[in-house]
């Protein structure tokens, strides 16, 4: 009887060590900790990503750079956007105070999830400017997967 090692197939269920890198240096990195377990066509990895991954056998060790772009897109101007004092007030915390750098969270207009922006400027009326667009937009991306189970 031959049993053949599972390949990566566009809805696999996989369980992963993965790190994903930017030209600053890891983003997120599960080498040293609990492996990741995530469905393919969900939208839990860009599509670019995904792709790299296909047809890889499980147990496989792959490293894949993806040039700018490729992983997250190119930087979206439209992705920034003001919110003024009020709205954020109403969102959170009426004491919070913004600096240049800070990631914020915001929930869905769902409520289900979440998602960030990173504040850019902030005016003297309290209005701040958010970059909601992906930290690695834009960027050259280096993914590495160890495949550790294929369902």
């Avoid at 490729?70 to 101007?77: V, Y």
């Avoid at 850019?120 to 590495?144: I, Y």
């Amino acid at each position: 009887m031959t049993t053949t090692t599972p390949r990566v197939q566009p809805d696999s269920f996989l369980t992963l060590h993965y790190r994903l890198a930017g030209p600053a240096g890891d983003i997120i990195n599960t080498f040293g900790g609990q492996p990741a377990t995530l469905s393919l066509g969900t939208g839990e990895l860009s599509p670019a990503m995904e792709a790299a991954i296909l047809g890889l056998e499980e147990g496989a060790r792959q490293s894949f750079d993806l040039p700018a772009g490729a992983a997250f897109g190119e930087r979206n101007p439209d992705m920034q956007q003001w919110l003024a004092r009020k709205v954020l007030t109403d969102m959170g915390d009426p004491m919070e105070e913004y600096r240049q750098g800070d990631v914020v969270k915001f929930p869905t207009p769902d409520g289900v999830g979440s998602f960030a922006g990173v504040v850019l400027s902030v005016r003297d009326d309290g209005a701040v400017l958010f970059d909601f667009n992906h930290p690695l937009a834009g960027q050259p991306v280096t993914f590495e997967v160890h495949l550790l189970g294929v369902l």
